[in-house]
């Protein structure tokens, strides 16, 4: 391997690792908010499904949602991000958010969950504050 591949090579796992260790808010969400946000076009759901959402990022495991789970930033670009992410009981999922606008996410996910593969796509939409104005949650 040349001198070159070899710090190329070096750079990018360096990269990723400044990357995990960044900030928990990826760059791409931090122009997102905490609030109430209706998710539509996931399985199973038969109209939209609202809410209260602490931290946008934790809309990256929505498949998992209510589990407590590792997430690792991939790629963090300015307008979308990749979020890896691992579960207990060997499930896991990898997410990318698009930021359509502040108040608005396409997030393509897939992964495993009940020992099964999963892919699908939802809209992410934030609709206002929590009820109560108490502290937000994921579930």
């Given at each position: ?15 990723g690792?400044?990357t ?7 760059a791409a ?11 539509t076009?996931?399985?199973?759901l038969k109209g ?9 990022t934790?809309l990256?495991q ?5 589990k407590?789970?590792?997430?690792s930033?991939i ?18 999922g990898?997410s ?5 606008t ?10 495993i969950?009940?020992?099964?593969p999963?892919h699908y ?7 206002g504050?929590?009820?109560g104005?108490q502290?937000a949650s994921a579930?």
């Amino acid at each position: 391997m040349t001198g070159m591949r070899k710090f190329a090579l070096l750079a990018a796992g360096a990269g990723g690792v400044l990357t995990l260790a960044a900030a928990q808010t990826p760059a791409a969400l931090r122009t997102t908010s905490p609030g109430l946000w209706e998710i539509t076009g996931a399985p199973g759901l038969k109209g939209p499904l609202r809410e209260c959402v602490a931290d946008p990022t934790v809309l990256a495991q929505f498949e998992h949602r209510g589990k407590s789970c590792s997430r690792s930033v991939i790629v963090d670009g300015p307008s979308w991000t990749v979020i890896h992410y691992n579960c207990p009981a060997g499930e896991f999922g990898e997410s990318k958010l698009t930021v359509i606008t502040p108040r608005a996410l396409r997030i393509e996910t897939q992964g495993i969950s009940d020992k099964l593969p999963f892919h699908y796509v939802i809209q992410a939409r934030r609709v206002g504050e929590c009820a109560g104005r108490q502290s937000a949650s994921a579930h």
